[in-house]
């Protein structure tokens, strides 16, 4: 399965962005997809993560400013960024869990190639 993110760029302090990643490969089905993102001279952190069903979760530091969602016949994840800030700059990576259809049934998580979002006046 492989991750395709798109949507990241130059935004201005209180500015809006959105990411979309796409998942594409043959005969699998995704459970959880999610964002991470990484600061320069940071570890990868999770964002938010939401399930096939759409139960979501997010890290504290996002809570009421970034809404995970996702379109499940077309593999897609989203995540819709408001009220950005410096600390909010970080190149973000998308990723899913997913299983084959296949027999026997393969398991894995794949990352996208991630996408800078830098928060900057």
């Known amino acids: 399965v492989q991750l395709q993110a798109s949507g990241g760029g130059l935004v201005q302090p209180g500015g809006s962005l959105t990411l979309s990643c796409v998942a594409s490969g043959s005969t699998f089905s995704i459970n959880y997809m999610g964002w991470h993102r990484q600061a320069p001279g940071k570890q990868r952190d999770l964002v938010a993560r939401?399930?096939?069903?759409?139960?979501?979760n997010y890290a504290d530091s996002v809570k009421g400013r970034f809404t995970i969602s996702r379109d499940n016949a077309k593999n897609t994840v989203y995540l819709q960024m408001n009220s950005l800030n410096a600390e909010d700059t970080a190149v973000y990576y998308c990723?899913?869990?997913?299983?084959?259809?296949?027999?026997?049934?393969?398991?894995?998580?794949?990352w996208g190639q991630g996408t800078q979002v830098t928060v900057s006046s």
């Open positions: 939401i399930s096939s069903g759409g139960s979501t």
């Open positions: 990723e899913a869990d997913w299983y084959t259809h296949t027999e026997p049934i393969e398991v894995g998580r794949s």
